[in-house]
């Protein structure tokens, strides 16, 4: 099994990250007899079909950490991914060649993995403030990880009904590897902090709602 890594954030919550590598016939052998796999792939795209099998394969992976429950992963109206019954937060990203889980039993959780490439640029007036653009620089890789960070932020909201130029911020962080980002609507303003990491040409950010202001 190609499984990068995984990783313990804090006693609560895990990570995995996994690289596309193997057939579709094995993905499928990775993941619990229980789950009902026909009924979720006909509802992906054919060429997204191994990235949804290997990001399920790494979610049941990871969640044998904290249960050992017959759990089924369900996407809720907002298309969040959830275990029901269980008090499990559950994030889910993919790419072509990686796979992304975070998991926990006590914080919300959002996470996003994008191959960098030229794309965010090409687009980046559709969700970078000039503020934002004055850190990015017209840079691909830092243009791609705003992209990313919004994305975990909108995730992490899970609410959706949010524009993200005008509605998630995203700023530099004195810390290193992190970002701080910013959720807010007419009702709603809050502060999180967004780590991220680059491996294998991708940017990876993630947050765990634990100490947000």
Same mark, same amino acid.
């Given at each position: 099994m190609p &499984? &990068?890594?995984a990783k313990q954030l804090n006693p609560h919550t895990r990570l995995g990250i996994w690289e596309l590598a193997e057939p579709a016939e094995e993905l499928r052998a990775a993941l619990p007899a229980h789950v009902a796999v026909e009924a979720g792939l006909e509802q992906v795209h054919p060429k997204r079909q191994l990235e949804w099998l290997a990001s399920r394969a790494l979610a049941y992976k990871l969640l044998q950490e904290f249960s050992t429950h017959p759990l089924q992963l369900l996407r809720n109206q907002h298309g969040k991914p959830y275990f029901p019954d269980s008090g499990l937060q559950v994030s889910i990203s993919h790419s072509p060649k990686l796979a992304?889980?975070? &998991?926990?039993d006590k914080y919300e959780v959002g996470i996003d993995i994008e191959l960098i490439s030229a794309k965010a640029l090409r687009v980046q007036d559709k969700f970078l403030t000039d503020a934002e653009k004055s850190h990015t620089l017209a840079n691909e890789q830092n243009t791609c990880l705003y992209w990313s960070a919004k994305e975990t932020l909108y995730k992490l909201y899970s609410r959706k009904q949010l524009i993200f130029k005008d509605n998630l911020e995203v700023k530099p962080a004195p810390?290193?590897?992190l970002l701080l980002g910013r959720v807010k609507?007419?009702?709603?303003?809050?502060l999180y902090r967004i780590n991220f990491e680059l491996l294998q040409s991708h940017v990876l950010t993630y947050c765990i709602d634990d100490s947000a202001t």
């Amino acid at each position: 099994m190609p &499984l &990068l890594y995984a990783k313990q954030l804090n006693p609560h919550t895990r990570l995995g990250i996994w690289e596309l590598a193997e057939p579709a016939e094995e993905l499928r052998a990775a993941l619990p007899a229980h789950v009902a796999v026909e009924a979720g792939l006909e509802q992906v795209h054919p060429k997204r079909q191994l990235e949804w099998l290997a990001s399920r394969a790494l979610a049941y992976k990871l969640l044998q950490e904290f249960s050992t429950h017959p759990l089924q992963l369900l996407r809720n109206q907002h298309g969040k991914p959830y275990f029901p019954d269980s008090g499990l937060q559950v994030s889910i990203s993919h790419s072509p060649k990686l796979a992304a889980v975070i &998991l926990s039993d006590k914080y919300e959780v959002g996470i996003d993995i994008e191959l960098i490439s030229a794309k965010a640029l090409r687009v980046q007036d559709k969700f970078l403030t000039d503020a934002e653009k004055s850190h990015t620089l017209a840079n691909e890789q830092n243009t791609c990880l705003y992209w990313s960070a919004k994305e975990t932020l909108y995730k992490l909201y899970s609410r959706k009904q949010l524009i993200f130029k005008d509605n998630l911020e995203v700023k530099p962080a004195p810390d290193p590897n992190l970002l701080l980002g910013r959720v807010k609507t007419e009702n709603f303003s809050k502060l999180y902090r967004i780590n991220f990491e680059l491996l294998q040409s991708h940017v990876l950010t993630y947050c765990i709602d634990d100490s947000a202001t």
